[in-house]
């Protein structure tokens, strides 16, 4: 499976994010405009059934054949019911076919034959001769206000705001990450150039790439300082085997060229393998059974 890389990670998780937190934050905008809605709507026939109230209580007995009464206002519709729930007079919608039993001072909601939802409120009015109830009727538009919302918003908003987080979050991570690619590109030249010498710039801001950023110089500074440790080693070792080891070659051959002198050859040869071996007597012992087991074999 083909890794990711951390720029493509970072943009894919902050377009997501942000598509989120503007969708909630829309939904949670249009719900608190709904419900203010809802209370302008109840207000509104309110008035609307007060107003009907006054009408009919100075218009007495005859309010049924009163001109002054206006059955329909402020997209408001209004209707007037005896005390056993019989019609009188006024409006409904006819796209409605249920209508809610009658409930004073209560607020109700209805769906017509469309899926529309309509508020109805019911208020009664007590008159000389009568008990009188006076119905409202308001069709709310926040369901299809929501729907329409959701489909512009996945149609047109949607897309563009994918698009801007996709090259905003792009933009964040590279410039986030910018420290991260200089690093590895600087030990990527050291590497190559076998400088361990050269140090990461650590730049101005004390943050956590400082930090990182210094974590790495010093792991640099310990493996120059180890480096220059073996080569001086290196060095030391081999200045004191080179003296040594041309006594020993020297006198070797004075013992094949000539063999009266090979006894003190072979006593300086042990006198300068003592002191190449430090002086350790264990050492000896050790040589000559690898020497054993080498002519064994």
């Known amino acids: 499976m083909k890794r990711r890389s951390v720029t493509t990670g970072l943009t894919i998780w902050y377009?997501?994010?942000?598509?989120?937190?503007?969708?909630?934050?829309?939904?949670?905008?249009?719900?608190?405009?709904?419900?203010?809605?809802r209370g302008n709507i109840e207000r509104t026939m309110l008035e609307v059934i007060a107003d009907t109230s006054e009408k009919i209580k100075f218009a007495g007995s005859d309010f049924i054949y009163d001109g002054s009464i206006r059955f329909f206002v402020k997209d408001v519709y209004v209707s007037?019911?005896?005390?056993?729930?019989?019609?009188?007079?006024?409006?409904?919608?006819?796209?409605?076919?249920?209508?809610?039993?009658?409930?004073?001072?209560?607020?109700?909601?209805?769906?017509?034959?469309?899926?529309?939802?309509?508020?109805?409120?019911?208020?009664?009015?007590?008159?000389?001769?009568?008990e009188i109830w006076i119905r409202g009727m308001l069709r709310h538009t926040g369901q299809e206000r929501i729907t329409a919302f959701l489909l512009r918003y996945f149609l047109f908003v949607l897309p563009g705001l994918l698009l801007l987080?996709?090259?905003?979050?792009?933009?964040?991570?590279?410039?986030?990450?910018?420290?991260?690619?200089?690093?590895?590109?600087?030990?990527?030249?050291?590497?190559?150039?076998?400088?361990?010498?050269?140090?990461?710039?650590?730049?101005?801001?004390?943050?956590?790439?400082?930090?990182?950023?210094?974590?790495?110089?010093?792991?640099f500074d310990s493996l120059e300082e180890a480096f220059v440790r073996e080569r001086r080693f290196s060095s030391d070792v081999s200045h004191e085997l080179r003296t040594p080891l041309a006594v020993i070659c020297s006198e070797s051959e004075y013992a094949l060229e000539d063999p009266d002198y090979?006894?003190?050859?072979?006593?300086?040869?042990?006198r300068q393998s003592r002191h190449m071996a430090g002086d350790n007597p264990r050492a000896l012992p050790r040589a000559r059974s690898r020497i054993r087991g080498y002519h064994v074999a």
């Open 15 to 37: 377009s997501l994010f942000l598509v989120l937190v503007t969708t909630v934050l829309g939904l949670l905008l249009l719900r608190a405009q709904n419900a203010e809605e």
């Open 80 to 130: 007037l019911y005896d005390k056993t729930g019989y019609f009188l007079a006024g409006r409904r919608p006819g796209s409605v076919d249920s209508f809610p039993e009658l409930s004073d001072k209560e607020s109700q909601t209805v769906r017509d034959v469309h899926g529309a939802e309509w508020f109805v409120y019911d208020s009664v009015f007590l008159t000389e001769d009568a």
């Open 165 to 219: 987080s996709v090259l905003g979050g792009w933009w964040i991570s590279r410039k986030t990450l910018r420290p991260i690619r200089k690093i590895v590109r600087t030990v990527e030249e050291i590497r190559a150039d076998k400088d361990l010498s050269r140090r990461i710039p650590t730049g101005r801001r004390e943050d956590e790439f400082y930090a990182l950023t210094c974590s790495i110089n010093g792991m």
């Open 262 to 270: 090979r006894e003190k050859a072979l006593s300086v040869i042990r």
